[in-house]
């Protein structure tokens, strides 16, 4: 159970659901976690602590990154939504035919799809501690993130494992040096919604990974790692062949 709300565990079961590539989840699953410790010197302390320093010094531009792609449920966007909405918008400026928003839609969706079983598989199989757990407990009784930390295990993130697969499957698709502006918040008033602007796929992923740590509710490893084994399954879904 995690603070604030000490409910019960999101979909503890997502991760045997079917993939749309069969061996998806058997390609992508990470090595452990840092081992869990509680000693000052210890490589997952020095992690916890990364976390805790970060929600304390953050910039303004950090608070505005943690927000922008924070895509909770109930709002506005949600993290895959967000990703799907980029990609709507992409295909539009483009000019794109039916066949091709078809084919770019078909592979992206189930790129996003099988990195959210494949991390909920994995999430469940380590059942690991979240930041607001551990510092309170052995850092700062009365520290809180800026963002809610959601019922379900810390490692790996979905949004990095969503967004890595994405990343792979547009950057495929599109070019490895794309630039493009997401104006999927742009409509908002209770975020700073304004445009933001990326030189490439993995760049926007990188930026929706490292909002997880500005918001203080995943370590560093469990966003990077998530980015790896996304673009795992997004090469790998590149591969299906698309009928014409």
Not at 132 to 157: C, G
Request: net charge neutral; proline share 7%.
């Amino acid at each position: 159970p995690t603070a604030p709300a000490f409910s019960r565990a999101l979909q503890p079961y997502w991760g045997k659901n079917r993939t749309f590539l069969p061996n998806a989840v058997q390609i992508s699953q990470p090595p452990a976690p840092l081992t869990y410790s509680t000693d000052i010197h210890s490589a997952f302390y020095a992690q916890a602590l990364e976390t805790y320093s970060a929600v304390a010094n953050m910039t303004p531009e950090h608070v505005r990154i943690a927000k922008y792609w924070s895509d909770d449920p109930g709002l506005p966007g949600t993290p895959p939504g967000h990703l799907l909405a980029i990609t709507s918008q992409i295909l539009g400026d483009s000019g794109a035919s039916l066949a091709r928003c078809a084919e770019v839609f078909a592979l992206s969706t189930m790129a996003v799809s099988d990195a959210f079983v494949s991390c909920w598989k994995c999430k469940y199989d380590f059942n690991f501690v979240r930041p607001i757990t551990y510092i309170r407990e052995n850092i700062d009784s009365d520290w809180s993130p800026l963002l809610t930390t959601p019922p379900f295990p810390e490692y790996t993130s979905g949004h990095s494992s969503a967004s890595g697969a994405w990343s792979q499957v547009m950057s495929d698709q599109f070019g490895y040096a794309y630039f493009f502006t997401d104006r999927t918040h742009i409509a908002r008033t209770d975020i700073d919604g304004s445009p933001r602007s990326f030189q490439s796929f993995y760049e926007a992923a990188d930026e929706a990974a490292v909002s997880r740590l500005y918001g203080g509710i995943h370590y560093r490893n469990s966003n990077e790692t998530g980015i790896r084994m996304g673009r795992l399954i997004g090469k790998n879904i590149g591969f299906l062949k698309m009928k014409n």
